[in-house]
């Protein structure tokens, strides 16, 4: 069950979420509507929307909370065919926005969903605004013929992308896997390598005691390899641990930039590496 923010007004034929509804004569502030994601309701008084999920009602407590999904498109209003592509086979909480109004709301969010379908210039230059403020999960999803920005997008900061036309199931599989690895569980020891120090914990890198910004999926990547110095990881390997992918849904590629990005971050000579070595015909291990 898809939860959504719409205010009232919002809602009906005309608009992007193609759904109908009515405020009930016995609570005037209340509004229930039937779309193509299922049942939504919303409350509109007081300052904004109260979320309620219908089919959760009366439901047992102790489940798991749906995680609060930020879902950035160019109006404003989520397309259908995104929302049918979330649901039923997840439970989000879907706050919409818009993409130049996504800095009010980043905070509450657990994961962003960057619908640049209609307008990649705009959702790049959002990515961009939104890594200066967050280290907040985001998938990036790109219209057909636009892996270019894609591959733009994770070279900003995005953790994932998805291209249309989606492959069923696989827009709620990308944000679950980015939400696993944002949600990994323990606090491990810190690992220091000579001037080189990884804090699992804090999700924190630092060079010569100097704090080096990381992305979510970069980190990822570093703390797989210094948790095991010396093991060489094959591209696919790596993309099954980290991304929670595989090379069917993703290009390996896709760890050669991200080993890159990272060699620029924490190496001196980054064509002489002293920790990311390259095994040529294998993959990638960590010198400690």
């Known amino acids: 069950m898809v939860y959504c923010g719409f205010p009232a007004n919002r809602f009906g034929d005309n608009g992007q979420c193609r759904v109908s509804g009515f405020y009930p004569a016995s609570q005037p502030n209340h509004y229930d509507a039937q779309g193509a994601g299922g049942k939504y309701s919303a409350d509109r008084s007081g300052d904004g929307p109260k979320l309620i999920n219908i089919a959760a009602l009366g439901e047992a407590e102790g489940r798991s909370v749906p995680a609060n999904l930020l879902l950035l498109s160019a109006t404003g209003n989520p397309r259908p065919a995104l929302l049918r592509a979330l649901d039923p086979v997840e439970q989000w909480r879907v706050h919409p926005g818009a993409l130049h109004q996504s800095g009010a709301t980043v905070d509450d969010a657990d994961v962003v969903v960057i619908d640049a379908t209609d307008s990649a210039a705009a959702g790049i230059d959002t990515l961009v605004s939104l890594r200066r403020q967050s280290g907040v999960p985001v998938v990036f999803i790109a219209g057909e013929g636009s892996g270019a920005q894609a591959v733009q997008a994770l070279e900003l900061g995005a953790d994932d992308f998805v291209i249309e036309p989606f492959v069923h199931g696989e827009v709620p599989a990308r944000i679950r896997s980015v939400l696993r690895r944002s949600r990994r569980p323990g606090r491990p020891a810190p690992l220091t390598f000579d001037r080189l120090s990884?804090?699992?914990?804090?999700?924190?890198?630092?060079?010569?005691?100097?704090?080096?910004?990381?992305?979510?999926?970069?980190?990822?990547?570093?703390?797989?390899?210094?948790?095991?110095?010396?093991?060489?990881?094959?591209?696919?390997?790596?993309?099954?641990?980290?991304?929670?992918?595989?090379?069917?849904?993703?290009?390996?590629?896709?760890?050669?930039?991200?080993?890159r990005r990272l060699r620029l971050k924490l190496e001196a000579d980054r064509d002489r590496p002293r920790w990311l070595r390259t095994v040529r015909g294998v993959g990638y291990r960590f010198e400690p």
Do not use: Y
């Not at 080096?212 to 999926?217: A, D, K, R, S, Y």
């Open 198 to 259: 990884v804090f699992p914990a804090e999700r924190e890198v630092r060079v010569d005691d100097k704090l080096v910004e990381t992305t979510p999926l970069e980190f990822d990547l570093l703390a797989c390899l210094v948790a095991a110095p010396r093991r060489v990881f094959s591209r696919t390997e790596l993309l099954e641990k980290v991304w929670g992918s595989s090379g069917a849904w993703q290009s390996p590629a896709t760890v050669t930039e991200h080993i």
